[in-house]
Protein backbone atom coordinates (compact mmCIF):
# COMPACT_ATOMS: atom_id res chain seq x y z
CA UNK A 1 0.00 0.00 0.00
CA UNK A 2 1.35 3.31 -0.77
CA UNK A 3 -0.14 7.09 0.69
CA UNK A 4 0.75 9.69 -1.28
CA UNK A 5 0.31 13.47 0.53
CA UNK A 6 0.79 16.55 -1.42
CA UNK A 7 1.85 19.80 -0.41
CA UNK A 8 2.67 23.31 -1.80
CA UNK A 9 -0.36 24.61 -3.66
CA UNK A 10 -1.43 28.38 -3.15
CA UNK A 11 -2.06 31.62 -5.23
CA UNK A 12 0.51 33.08 -7.72
CA UNK A 13 0.10 35.68 -10.28
CA UNK A 14 0.47 34.80 -13.80
CA UNK A 15 4.20 34.45 -14.56
CA UNK A 16 5.05 33.25 -10.84
CA UNK A 17 6.50 30.22 -10.13
CA UNK A 18 5.15 27.31 -7.24
CA UNK A 19 6.90 23.75 -6.30
CA UNK A 20 4.40 21.11 -5.42
CA UNK A 21 6.21 17.87 -3.02
CA UNK A 22 4.49 15.10 -2.74
CA UNK A 23 5.77 12.50 0.41
CA UNK A 24 5.26 8.82 -0.10
CA UNK A 25 4.71 5.93 2.38
CA UNK A 26 6.18 2.23 1.50
CA UNK A 27 9.30 0.72 1.39
CA UNK A 28 8.77 0.56 -2.99
CA UNK A 29 8.42 4.06 -3.28
CA UNK A 30 11.43 4.11 -5.60
CA UNK A 31 9.72 0.92 -8.05
CA UNK A 32 7.27 3.02 -9.07
CA UNK A 33 6.66 5.17 -12.08
CA UNK A 34 5.16 8.94 -10.01
CA UNK A 35 2.84 11.39 -11.84
CA UNK A 36 1.31 14.29 -11.61
CA UNK A 37 -2.22 14.86 -13.11
CA UNK A 38 -4.21 18.06 -12.61
CA UNK A 39 -8.19 18.82 -12.69
CA UNK A 40 -9.69 21.79 -13.53
CA UNK A 41 -13.57 22.49 -12.19
CA UNK A 42 -15.73 21.08 -14.86
CA UNK A 43 -12.94 19.65 -16.79
CA UNK A 44 -12.01 16.00 -16.24
CA UNK A 45 -8.34 15.18 -15.19
CA UNK A 46 -5.38 15.35 -17.11
CA UNK A 47 -1.84 14.50 -17.65
CA UNK A 48 0.54 16.58 -16.39
CA UNK A 49 4.01 14.98 -15.80
CA UNK A 50 5.66 11.94 -15.03
CA UNK A 51 9.21 10.38 -13.60
CA UNK A 52 10.24 7.13 -13.81
CA UNK A 53 11.28 4.54 -10.83
CA UNK A 54 15.22 5.91 -11.34
CA UNK A 55 14.11 9.17 -12.35
CA UNK A 56 15.92 8.73 -15.82
CA UNK A 57 12.95 9.30 -18.08
CA UNK A 58 10.11 12.16 -17.97
CA UNK A 59 7.33 12.65 -20.04
CA UNK A 60 5.28 16.22 -19.94
CA UNK A 61 2.24 17.13 -21.20
CA UNK A 62 2.95 19.89 -24.35
CA UNK A 63 0.93 22.50 -22.20
CA UNK A 64 3.26 22.53 -19.89
CA UNK A 65 6.68 21.55 -21.65
CA UNK A 66 9.38 24.01 -20.81
CA UNK A 67 7.61 25.35 -17.70
CA UNK A 68 7.64 22.50 -15.40
CA UNK A 69 10.08 20.30 -14.29
CA UNK A 70 9.47 17.10 -12.45
CA UNK A 71 12.08 15.54 -10.07
CA UNK A 72 12.22 12.74 -7.62
CA UNK A 73 14.43 11.91 -4.65
CA UNK A 74 14.33 8.33 -3.74
CA UNK A 75 15.87 8.30 -0.51
CA UNK A 76 13.39 11.00 1.00
CA UNK A 77 10.74 9.07 -0.90
CA UNK A 78 9.42 12.32 -2.56
CA UNK A 79 8.54 13.65 -5.48
CA UNK A 80 8.38 17.06 -6.70
CA UNK A 81 6.89 19.60 -9.68
CA UNK A 82 8.26 22.76 -10.00
CA UNK A 83 6.03 25.04 -11.72
CA UNK A 84 7.28 28.26 -13.56
CA UNK A 85 5.49 30.78 -15.98
CA UNK A 86 1.95 30.18 -14.50
CA UNK A 87 -0.90 30.94 -16.57
CA UNK A 88 -4.39 31.62 -15.25
CA UNK A 89 -4.82 28.30 -17.09
CA UNK A 90 -2.56 26.42 -15.09
CA UNK A 91 -5.36 26.88 -12.25
CA UNK A 92 -6.40 23.46 -11.12
CA UNK A 93 -6.48 20.56 -8.22
CA UNK A 94 -2.73 18.84 -8.56
CA UNK A 95 -2.86 14.95 -7.69
CA UNK A 96 0.26 12.91 -7.20
CA UNK A 97 -0.13 9.18 -8.56
CA UNK A 98 2.11 6.24 -8.16
CA UNK A 99 2.19 3.09 -10.70
CA UNK A 100 3.69 0.21 -11.04
CA UNK A 101 5.59 0.36 -13.84
CA UNK A 102 9.61 0.18 -14.90
CA UNK A 103 8.36 2.61 -17.58
CA UNK A 104 7.00 6.09 -17.64
CA UNK A 105 3.32 6.39 -17.82
CA UNK A 106 1.06 8.51 -18.97
CA UNK A 107 -2.05 7.27 -18.75
CA UNK A 108 -4.47 7.91 -15.85
CA UNK A 109 -5.90 4.80 -15.76
CA UNK A 110 -2.34 2.93 -15.45
CA UNK A 111 -1.97 4.72 -11.85
CA UNK A 112 -2.59 2.52 -8.95
CA UNK A 113 -2.70 5.23 -6.08
CA UNK A 114 -3.72 8.92 -5.61
CA UNK A 115 -2.94 11.44 -2.95
CA UNK A 116 -5.68 13.60 -2.49
CA UNK A 117 -5.04 16.77 -3.96
CA UNK A 118 -3.36 20.28 -3.41
CA UNK A 119 -5.30 23.55 -5.14
CA UNK A 120 -2.75 25.80 -6.75
CA UNK A 121 -4.80 29.14 -8.24
CA UNK A 122 -2.85 31.39 -10.62
CA UNK A 123 -4.31 34.98 -11.10
CA UNK A 124 -4.17 37.38 -13.83
Known amino acids: QVQLVESGGGLVQAGGSLRLSCASSGRTFSTYCMGWFRQAPGKEREFVAAISWNGRRTSYADSVKGRFTISRDNAKNMVYLQMSSLKPEDTAVYYC?????????????????WGQGTQVTVSS
Open 97 to 113: AAARALVVVTSLTEYNY
